[in-house]
């Protein structure tokens, strides 16, 4: 991207372009509210509009993107880029609600698809109507309840430990990329659960998927990339063909499946297998297969699942890792809570071991960190809500998908009275959006998962944290049981969508994330390893927001409390 930023030519170009594309497709309905036109954002240009800022890195376009928020609160803004239709940036919860309950209304239309079709083809990021209909019920039958257990309960524990044991080998020693290790477990986790294929973070597959994700965002910013990819488009095609031969390989693999089961008792169910994860190996294909049929489309759908599921939640983990070292404090927390839920399951397992008074701190025995038989499956978003407060402050602050597009299908008004004629491209920015202090107060852009957790008056036994949570005011005095809570609408808070097309994965993003980060987090100390400030992470230009160069990290045994 900085080079083309260099190349003044293109500008030029689409100046051109602009002007022949308007002078050919007629004069236009333009947008409008109550009659008059937007106000523009800051940097406007004549001509390119706002063009050259989409040419910069995404990183400094997030920036922008949150400048735009700060400078113009709620209001509805316009966007131009040369060659592209005309938009909006849209900022208020009110119109992002109106988006959400229209999605037929909203597409990702042909600006969209133009630019994933290579990726991602008929997959259900892509798909609309009866095709994403089927797509969508496929993956819902993956992601249902009796999976998930078997995910809490099985899979991850078996992954998380594989992960835990490796980081045990580096005690000491140099630096270890933190976001490697997380995203092996996703990719670990989601190769077997949905494919029944045994996938890692750095085989062939996964390093081409990467540059294609962050070659394709790049069409989102630049008008020109046809022209572009031209001459610097082969590692892309070539990554591209990578990513296809895998996705053949996975639907052969599980036709190979179903043709077992078939052999063996006439049947497409599940094989019957030993362990409660071979029996539920591969259901995502097996679904998706058995709902599409052609053997291209469930390769696409496969695709798309994978970087929606595995990406997201992996790159999700590792900003939370990365603000937990920026955050100590909130590192105490968490391990006081899990504390908290170890001792209160020896007291259920010895009753006759009496319970500390109210304010005492964890028992020696609970808090020892050296427990190898640490049982991971009591780590839930239910059991730790604190935790799972500090996973959503993440999430608000570092969002996996951190801006979204989509296409008007009809001449519509938003509920602000902004116009919109057909065709308009609609942009919002949750990078900015969940940092607005209209929305989330004026310690937006602190850190502060205390804001996702309230008194817990239910007394349940399964809420058992002992986060501290603000109370009349006063942050921090108050201690006793709290539990999570969101607080905010889906419009709001948009990190997981809204409406028809909401994530279909965040119970399993939640799940993967209450095991995570208890079981790093009370086994080890972390300590930065990388040169210059603590500050200085940022994202790489990608479909989502993996951090550029990893999060290295030093890892040392956590000293046993006592
Ligand atoms: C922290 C983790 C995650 C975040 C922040 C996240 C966020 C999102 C967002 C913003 C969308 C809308 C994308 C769009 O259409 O442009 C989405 C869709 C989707 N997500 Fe997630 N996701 C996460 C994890 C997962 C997981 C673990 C899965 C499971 C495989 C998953 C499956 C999906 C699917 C299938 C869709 C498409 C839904 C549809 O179009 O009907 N996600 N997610």
């Known amino acids: 991207m900085g080079l083309v930023v260099e190349y003044g030519n293109y500008i030029a170009i689409a100046a051109v372009l602009t002007i022949l594309i308007r002078a050919v497709s007629g004069p236009r309905r333009a ?12 940097d ?87 095709f994403w209909k089927l ?83 790049e069409r989102f910013q630049n008008p020109l990339w046809p022209i572009t990819e031209l001459f610097v488009g082969c590692e892309f095609r070539r990554s591209v063909s990578i990513v296809k031969e895998f996705g053949r390989r996975i639907v052969a693999r599980a036709v190979q499946d179903r043709g077992e089961q078939r052999s063996k008792d006439g049947t497409d169910g599940p094989l019957a297998k030993d362990s409660k994860l071979d029996q539920i190996s591969g259901s995502l294909i097996q679904s998706l297969l058995k709902a599409l049929g052609n053997e291209q489309h469930v390769a696409d759908a496969a695709l798309t699942y994978l970087s929606a599921g595995r990406d997201t939640t992996g790159q999700a983990l590792t900003w939370t890792f990365y603000l937990l070292l920026q955050h100590p404090e909130a ?24 319970p500390p008074p109210p304010s005492s701190p964890p028992s020696p025995s609970a808090a020892n960190p050296t427990d190898a038989d640490l049982d991971l499956t009591l780590f839930t978003p239910a059991s730790l809500p604190y935790t799972t407060a500090v996973f959503y402050e993440s999430l608000r602050l570092y969002p996996p998908i951190p801006f979204e597009i989509r296409q008007c299908q009809a001449p519509t008004t938003l509920p602000d009275g902004t116009f919109l004629p057909k065709g308009a491209v ?15 107060g004026e310690d937006a852009d602190d850190f502060r998962p205390e804001r996702f957790v309230v ?41 997981f969508y809204g409406g028809a097309r909401a994530c279909l994965g965040r119970k399993m993003a939640e799940a993967i994330a209450a095991q995570v980060i208890p079981a790093v987090v009370w086994g080890f100390e972390l300590e930065k390893a990388w040169e210059g400030p603590m500050e200085g992470r940022r994202s790489q230009t990608s479909l989502t927001l993996p951090m550029e160069g990893g999060l290295p990290v030093r890892v040392r045994k956590r000293e046993v409390v006592s």
């Open 135 to 217: 797509q969508r019920k496929a993956g819902s039958a993956f992601l249902n309840t009796a999976n998930l257990r078997v995910l809490t309960e099985v899979a991850l524990p078996q992954y998380l430990s594989e992960s835990v044991e490796e980081l045990k080998t580096s005690l000491g020693g140099g630096a270890v990329d933190l976001q490697h290790v997380l995203h092996e477990i996703t990719t670990k986790l989601m190769g077997k659960m949905a494919y029944n294929m045994e996938m890692h973070a750095n085989d062939d597959f996964s390093k081409s998927f990467d540059f294609a994700s962050g070659a394709t965002a």
């Open 331 to 354: 590192v105490s927390k968490i391990r006081a809570e899990v504390a908290s839920l170890l001792l209160s399951q020896e007291q259920r397992q010895d009753p006759s071991h009496p």
């Open 44 to 130: 406007t240009l004549p001509l390119v509009g706002n063009g050259i800022k989409f040419l910069q890195s995404r990183w400094d376009l997030l920036s922008w993107f949150d400048k735009c928020q700060r400078q113009f609160g709620y209001e509805t803004v316009a966007l131009s880029v040369p060659t592209l239709p005309p938009g909006v940036l849209i900022h208020s919860p009110q119109n992002l609600d109106f988006v959400f309950k229209n999605e037929g209304l909203f597409t990702k239309g042909e600006f969209v698809k133009k630019r994933s079709w290579d990726l991602f083809g008929n997959g259900i990021i892509n798909a609309d109507g009866d």
């Open 455 to 495: 008194p817990d008056d239910t007394d349940s036994s399964t809420s058992l944290g002992n986060g501290e949570v603000k109370k009349d005011g006063e942050e921090g005095q108050g201690k006793g049981k709290v539990k999570f809570a969101l607080g905010k609408s889906s419009a709001e808070f948009p990190v």
């Open 426 to 440: 609609l942009v919002w920015c949750l990078w900015a959006m969940q940092r607005s202090k209209l929305t989330w």
């Open 31 to 42: 947008i409008r509210r109550n009659g008059e036109p937007l106000r523009k954002p800051p």
